[in-house]
């Protein structure tokens, strides 16, 4: 059995015949760990004691005619997301001996169902970046080239999914961070509508447009963790009440007749030529399928990014600062007095991208400046929610490229914030606005690097997302890295 290229669906259904059992999935998996994680670093922590233990009750249930979807199937799990007793470091030295004493919400709703921890995967520093490489333990590499990035901040779980280190994973996304990854490494990650899955044991980055959401092989994979994942939990003050669906209900049902956007800004200047052909095609595929496409436009697209990032790093800068060192993280040596040793623990516990947008954030929210940049970034914000509806009014999905260029090389960009935040721009409207958004691969360039597209949809919508999605996967060959 091939990890790289297995679905979630396939296994559970190996698992449910008994032509495979939990354990031996669970060895698999840390076989592959052992082979490729030296060259390739997706994990900061992994549990193969844990997870032994897992498999062996997973697989009592099993055996009892009595498991779930999730049942057995070896997870990765994102290095942000709180898991009792095993260390949550957020890739950072600020928490790097941090052991959470309780699960967060997901972990609670996967373990009900005896899935498989094998590990936390690495992430750019407390998920501020787009490549993974801010990690202060493990720069993960691209599994497509291991010179080039895996994206971020989800960059160890989308590459470890990639690679067969796991059948699936969670991430989270602030500006892209699990449909970013997704793209640069062949895989398809899935960020919900802002509510729809619980943040309760997230550490939080920002705090209105993060989202914890899947990353699976195909959309049905990822349709089929949604079930599991999603609810509202009164321990999330911002998760939604609203009913759960059955998120394959529309799977394999026809898109004739689906409306499908196309806006001219994301197909623009500064989008590569190959991933503009490629999602074009795409595009004329679901023509084939019996859509229609509708061209429109997104004037406040140019504005979106600096939007986001005063955003984003004016809730950061709130977020984190209760690492002090003395209420939480880090705890220097040095310091005579409260202020020295807050500054301290601070200078030597975050990296340089997060005292960046520590320092961007406390800008913005300062005297003078607040109405000129938070106030004006927070309007811009119901200009491109107001955009948005205006394009749902007459059209059921949109179809954009998920990133502007394929995977960069490791030493690219790195030195350059301005032209890593300009990365985001295919990305960042879609937290802004709440939707749900997700990224599939749609081509590989000249060098075989995966182009990634995504398919947006209305709030609460992703099972239009997802049978958009997954209608076009069954006309694409997906490759998997040749590792």
Do not use: W
Not at 236 to 261: L, Q, R
Not at 356 to 367: C, T
Request: charged share 25%; hydrophobic share 35%.
């Amino acid at each position: 059995m091939d990890m790289k290229t297995v679905k979630v669906r396939e296994l559970r259904k190996l698992l449910d015949e008994k032509k495979v059992s939990a354990g031996e999935l669970c060895e698999m998996c840390f076989s592959q760990i052992k082979a490729a994680d030296d060259t390739y670093k997706c994990y900061i922590t992994t549990t193969e004691e844990i997870a032994a233990e897992q498999a062996k009750k997973a697989q009592e249930r099993i055996d009892r005619g009595e498991s779930a979807p999730l049942t057995g199937i070896p997870f990765a799990i994102k290095d942000n997301i709180c898991t009792d007793g095993v260390k949550t470091t957020c890739a950072s030295k600020m928490l790097e001996d941090f052991v959470p004493p309780y699960n967060a919400t997901v972990m609670e709703k996967l373990n009900e169902q005896d899935i498989v921890m094998l590990g936390k995967t690495s992430m750019d520093e407390f998920a501020m970046g787009g490549s993974t490489q801010t990690s202060a333990f493990a720069k993960t590499k691209n599994p497509f080239d291991p010179q080039r990035v895996p994206g971020g901040s989800s960059g160890g779980s989308a590459s470890a999914v990639s690679l067969g280190m796991c059948a699936a994973a969670l991430g989270s996304d602030t500006g892209g961070s699990i449909r970013q990854p997704a793209a640069f490494c062949g895989m398809t990650g899935m960020k919900p509508t802002y509510g729809r899955v619980s943040r309760y044991g997230l550490v939080a980055f920002a705090s209105s447009l993060d989202q914890i959401g899947p990353m699976a092989r195909d959309s049905h994979d990822c349709a089929v963790i949604l079930n599991a994942i999603c609810g509202f939990d009164p321990h999330d003050g911002t998760s939604s009440k609203n009913s759960v669906p059955d998120f394959t209900e529309k799977i394999g049902k026809s898109i004739k007749g689906m409306k499908i956007a196309l806006p001219k800004e994301f197909f623009a200047e500064g989008i590569d030529g190959s991933i503009r052909e490629a999602v074009m095609n795409a595009a004329h595929t679901y023509e084939e399928l019996g859509a229609q496409l509708v061209e429109c436009s997104m004037p406040s697209l140019k504005y979106a990014v600096p939007a986001y990032y005063l955003i984003a790093c004016a809730e950061a800068c709130s977020n984190l600062s209760r690492y002090d060192g003395i209420k939480y993280g880090h705890r220097s040596k040095v310091g005579d007095s409260y202020e020295e040793l807050i500054m301290h623990s601070r200078a030597e516990g975050f990296g340089d991208e997060v005292k960046r947008r520590i320092l961007l954030g406390n800008y913005a929210l300062s005297s003078g400046y607040y109405d000129a940049y938070y106030g004006k970034a927070m309007a811009l914000r119901q200009l491109i929610r107001q955009e948005y509806n205006d394009i749902f009014e007459k059209c059921d999905i949109i179809l954009t490229p998920t990133t502007p260029t394929t995977a960069y090389r490791c030493d690219e960009n790195i030195s350059d914030p301005v032209k890593m935040y300009q990365a985001d721009i295919c990305t960042v409207t879609v937290n802004i606005a709440g939707l749900p958004g997700v990224s599939t691969p749609c081509g590989y360039d000249q060098k075989g690097l995966p182009i990634g597209m995504s398919v947006i949809g209305r709030h609460f919508d992703e099972a239009t997302v997802i049978q958009a999605a997954d209608a076009f996967e069954k006309t694409f060959e997906r490759k998997a890295p040749r590792v």
